[in-house]
């Protein structure tokens, strides 16, 4: 019977596992996949056939929609586990047949937005299970009404999309997301979201007010009718671990015909260390019009090393006013009036992301990432100041590793404003900044990935004294499978609490264990990192 909708990173390998995976055999594996792919076709609406949706091994044409939304080459390698059926969703009954049949054959579900889960969680799988994907890049339909400053958007849209629809709509409207426009809706609103306006309107789950969710029964659900306690995990607390979100719908908010950006640099012999000493004083209690980043990166000149400091902003209001506040505020920045453009928000978006001067929006709805390769990251709070001659040791120890960036993005403003309990996200008043460490680098392989994952680890090591302690917090969006991994067994509530309190902390990570025992007891939805039910 069809089923119908009602609503129109130490990071663990698990190497023996991967070995299992990859070794079943070739007439194990086809009869799961055919099972699989049969139930599918039986289950799903007659009215939107799936057969054309799937994408199996045997398939010519697998390794490329495998790797469309790849956004990490770590994940593209021949050892790299694969699953045995790629789903591509065109209707909301592909998604609810995949569930069904997925329990009855025990396989594991994957869900893909846009492919940028940075340990590429929406794609791989290092549990001891089979595993399918389903990719939700079709569902990316976006209704922007204006008249209420709402927005309907399906969670395979992407952010770019989203701005772009919204511009579309409107000059005075914009919605508090990240700036990378290639990044998927699904994964990153229900695990927080937060870019550029967050000092002015909080997250992105700040400003959601309704979902549709496929919950574990094959149900379409929305926020009454699953109730406040799951729409409350999923905003916030990762969609994954609860069920398969299909849209949101987000509140947008207001910002003004014409808005201020630069990106400035300054180098150590422009006093960097007095700069950022300065920065990690102030960037927090800025105005909240005012999003100061400070990216501090090695740069090699001729053999020699040196440290340097990019301030990507934005300021919600015109030039003068700018800097005329950071003359009051941040005078050791040297801010000029030069160095200032004034432009619309959705340009702004544009200049965030490197893209030239005069690239035209529709640039936006490109689904194409700027630049792919392998890359590692970790995060980390601050909340007390970082002193100049700390900053200066924490130079030395970039200079002495390879490829270091550090991105101190700053809090403050509508963050500090939020309860911590307000949704799963917990990082909000006390907070100074957060740190995103990125390494990236060119070399293919797992030589090479292993020699620069090392790299990050003895750097995130050496922060230690400057950032939080008991929980070390960390983001989830950020995700990094250093810092725990569950192999859901009896013990999977305990090993949930070791990333579970760094991401959540203690008591919102508990409160998500609860909607998880009444939601999903059986733990149908999980990764290595989802949230594993309260032990009884």
């Not at 994952?453 to 750097?459: G, H, K, P, Q, W």
């Amino acid at each position: 019977m069809a089923i119908t909708s009602s609503f129109n990173i130490q990071i663990f390998i698990f190497p023996l596992l991967v070995v299992l995976l990859s070794t079943q055999s070739s007439e194990t594996s086809t009869s799961i996949t055919d099972r699989f792919t049969q139930c599918l076709n039986n289950k799903a609406d007659p009215g939107f056939p799936i057969s054309g949706q799937l994408y199996t091994p045997r398939n010519s044409s697998f390794p490329s929609v495998l790797q469309a939304y790849i956004r990490n080459l770590r994940f593209n390698e021949s050892t790299t586990p694969k699953p045995i059926v790629i789903i591509t969703a065109l209707h909301p009954s592909h998604i609810q047949a995949a569930v069904v049949c997925a329990k009855t054959h025990r396989l594991l579900m994957k869900t893909r937005s846009g492919g940028h889960d940075y340990e590429g969680l929406s794609y791989i799988s290092y549990l001891n299970q089979p595993f399918f994907v389903v990719d939700t890049f079709n569902l990316r339909s976006i209704k922007v009404n204006t008249e209420d400053e709402t927005a309907w958007v399906q969670t395979g849209a992407t952010l770019g999309e989203v701005y772009y629809r919204i511009a579309e709509k409107s000059n005075m409207h914009a919605f508090p997301a990240g700036i990378c426009p290639t990044v998927g809706v699904g994964g990153h609103f229900s695990g927080g979201g937060y870019g550029n306006l967050m000092r002015k309107y909080g997250l992105s789950v700040d400003n959601i007010v309704d979902a549709q969710l496929i919950n574990v029964n094959g149900k379409l659900l929305n926020r009454k009718s699953m109730g406040e306690d799951l729409f409350w995990a999923i905003t916030g607390g990762g969609g994954v671990s609860f069920g398969v979100v299909l849209a949101f719908k987000i509140k947008l908010v207001r910002v003004p015909p014409v808005v201020t950006v630069f990106n400035i640099q300054r180098t150590s012999e422009q006093n960097l260390s007095t700069i950022a000493d300065r920065w990690i004083q102030v960037a927090n209690k800025l105005d909240n019009d005012l999003f100061l980043r400070m990216i501090l990166q090695v740069i090699n000149t001729n053999g020699e090393k040196t440290i340097g400091g990019i301030f990507p902003t934005l300021y919600l209001g015109n030039s003068t006013a700018l800097v005329n506040l950071l003359n009051k505020d941040f005078p050791e920045l040297g801010v000029e009036i030069s160095e200032c453009i004034e432009m619309s928000w959705i340009e702004s978006v544009l200049f965030y992301t490197n893209f030239p001067m005069g690239t035209p929006t529709t640039a936006l709805l490109s689904r194409t990432a700027q630049g792919i390769n392998p890359f590692k990251v970790k995060s980390d709070y601050v909340k007390n100041p970082i002193s100049k001659e700390g900053f200066k040791y924490i130079f030395e120890k970039m200079k002495e590793l390879e490829n270091q960036m550090l991105i101190f993005n700053p809090y403050g403003g509508r963050m500090s404003e939020i309860s911590e309990f307000a949704k799963p996200f917990p990082h909000r008043s006390g907070n100074i900044a957060k740190i995103q460490y990125y390494v990236t680098w060119d070399e293919l392989g797992v030589e090479a990935a292993d020699r620069y994952l090392n790299f990050t680890r003895m750097m995130y090591d050496y922060m230690t004294p400057f950032v939080s302690k008991n929980p070390r917090e960390a983001f989830l969006n950020y995700r990094d499978l250093d810092i725990g991994v569950n192999n859901h067994g009896k013990n999977a509530y305990v090993e949930g609490m070791v990333y579970g309190h760094k991401y959540f902390k203690e008591t919102n990570y508990k409160r998500l264990t609860m909607v998880k025992r009444r939601v999903d007891p059986t733990n149908f939805f999980r990764n290595e990192q989802s949230i594993p039910t309260l032990s009884s």
